[in-house]
């Protein structure tokens, strides 16, 4: 045999050295990408979406392991599952997590870029009774947490939800403090998805609703009014009308006067109970959770199924109008029943601390609607993992358009409701293992509702600017749309000048 190669065969094996070559190279280059990342020629947006799947990270420069933005398509099951985070309330302290040396989250970086106007204190921080230093000074520092001002306990916190989403914003831009990077806050208002109107409407009601002394009109409606003033003249309203403001009016009667003529923009709301369809609706505006006032319960430390003694839980304002008429007629079907908790309560001595043990002692825990469609009750029921038994059937839920409540949360007609045995006869008739499953997934689920300072990943706040991403997605759609003929009608109108 001759040692000499056939002459037919070195085209092949060159080809085949060449592809093995050639691959040897990519999983180098790769690896480098992968280790460079911050500096490397690829965007880092295009470079998140690369890696994003349910178990990758992508490292700093400096060795630091961060989780990629997962979009709205990909399961937000595995989001969940990949992270734990606390539901804190507003206590701060320097050594919490999310203060210390971050990476600075610029517009490019940043899934929404939004421009809140710097309006004067007395909208915001001032109704904290903040004072800055000097007489030009807006803001308090958010670098150190003694300076910033705490928000009112008792019912007033529930509705606090422009509070958190200021400080957020205020903390966009600092690299000293940890926070997603999902809203960033920029300088200037044509680079914005978004314009945030830093007005704390809740708080003025709750505390400047009434008229004081002198005054003919309440503080207040003075506000309202100097807000619609403002906005009204700025050439950011005028540009698409206002369309692109984001209002939180949490409390169901803040913005009570001023919500007429502000309903083009998208408002941050509890629900849509004391609203014309035409000022509020699901299709331009955002439902956030109530900041809930139980002490959450951690997932370690939760009751299961037999350590629950309790099956139904209420307590709370049982006589109510309108469609609260269901509360009272609930009272008298379940008030007598062994294993239910049905009786008045309120925040008052130790209200809220009695509420947080009953909910973390009962199977499950009853949200009825009351003089408006939603309450703070089915957040407190979610902090103890008590599962909410919801009876209310113009309610609008939180981020639903990402979580399936059905898979934590049990609803029940209003009519089927109120007939005779019917509720105790569902609720007895599950099973533990069924309800140990709806327990697993509110453990899970849990953090979505709670607020804090810094946010972090799918909290609260993280999740209310993500929704308001999807609706500047829609309304980017909407506005696309209208303009299919525009472009043409204009250039037949020049062609016939």
């Keep these: 045999m001759s040692l000499i190669p056939d002459k037919s065969m070195l085209p092949s094996r060159s080809l085949s050295c060449l592809i093995a070559i050639s691959v040897f190279l990519l999983i180098i280059s790769s690896l480098s990408l992968l280790q460079f990342a911050d500096n490397s020629f690829i965007p880092k947006s295009v470079f998140s979406l690369v890696l994003v799947n349910s178990s990758s990270v992508y490292l700093t420069s400096s060795g630091e392991s961060k989780a990629p933005f997962l979009p709205i398509e990909t399961s937000h099951e595995q989001t969940l599952k990949s992270q734990e985070l606390a539901c804190q309330t507003s206590s701060f302290s320097n050594d919490s997590v999310g203060f210390g040396v971050g990476k600075t989250c610029g517009p490019k970086e940043a899934l929404l870029k939004v421009y809140m106007y710097d309006l004067p204190p007395e909208f915001h921080f001032g109704l904290l009774g903040w004072k800055g230093s000097r007489d030009d000074e807006t803001w308090p520092s958010v670098s150190n947490p003694s300076q910033i001002p705490s928000y009112p ?16 914003l205020l903390s966009s831009n600092n690299p000293n403090i940890n926070r997603p990077c999902t809203a960033v806050r920029v300088l200037n208002s044509g680079e914005a998805d978004v314009i945030f109107v830093p007005f704390f409407s809740s708080l003025s009601y709750n505390r400047h609703s009434k008229v ?22 700025r050439d950011e309203w005028k540009r698409r009308g206002g369309k692109d403001h984001v209002i939180v ?11 007429e003529k502000l309903g083009s923009a998208m408002f941050v709301l509890a629900d849509f109970g004391r609203y014309r369809a035409e000022i509020a609706n699901i299709g331009k505006d955002v439902i956030a959770p109530y900041k809930h006032m139980v002490q959450t319960i951690g997932a370690d430390n939760s009751p299961s199924f037999r350590q629950r003694d309790t099956l139904v839980y209420f307590q709370g304002a049982i006589y109510r109008k309108d469609g609260g008429e269901i509360r009272q007629n609930l009272y008298n079907l379940l008030k007598d029943e062994k294993d239910v908790h049905f009786t008045f309560g309120s925040i008052q001595a130790n209200g809220v601390r009695e509420a947080g043990r009953g909910m973390a002692s009962s199977k499950f825990c009853l949200n009825i609607a009351g003089d408006t469609p939603s309450s703070n009750r089915l957040f407190d029921a979610i902090a103890s993992h008590c599962i909410p038994v919801i009876i209310s059937d113009e309610i609008e839920l939180p981020f639903e358009d990402v979580l399936d409540y059905s898979e934590f949360c049990v609803f029940v007609n209003s009519s089927d409701a109120v007939k005779k045995g019917y509720l ?14 709806m327990w697993e997934r509110i453990k899970v689920l849990g953090k979505h509702f709670g607020y804090q300072y810094p946010s972090q990943t799918d909290d609260a706040v993280d999740m209310i600017w993500q929704a308001v991403s999807r609706k500047v997605s829609s309304m980017r759609l909407k506005d696309h749309r209208d303009k299919r003929y525009h472009r043409s009608q204009l250039f037949l109108k020049d062609q016939m000048s």
């Design 424 to 437: 105790l006869y569902l609720l007895r008739g599950m099973k533990e293992d069924q309800w140990t499953k």
């Design 212 to 233: 004081q002394g002198k005054e003919k009109i309440s503080l207040n409606r003075m506000l309202q009014d100097k807000v619609v003033d403002f906005l009204k003249s």
């Design 249 to 259: 009016a949490h409390h169901p009667n803040s913005m009570l006067d001023a919500r």
């Design 153 to 168: 306990g008792g019912l007033n916190l529930q509705h606090s939800i422009e509070y958190w989403l200021t400080l957020d």
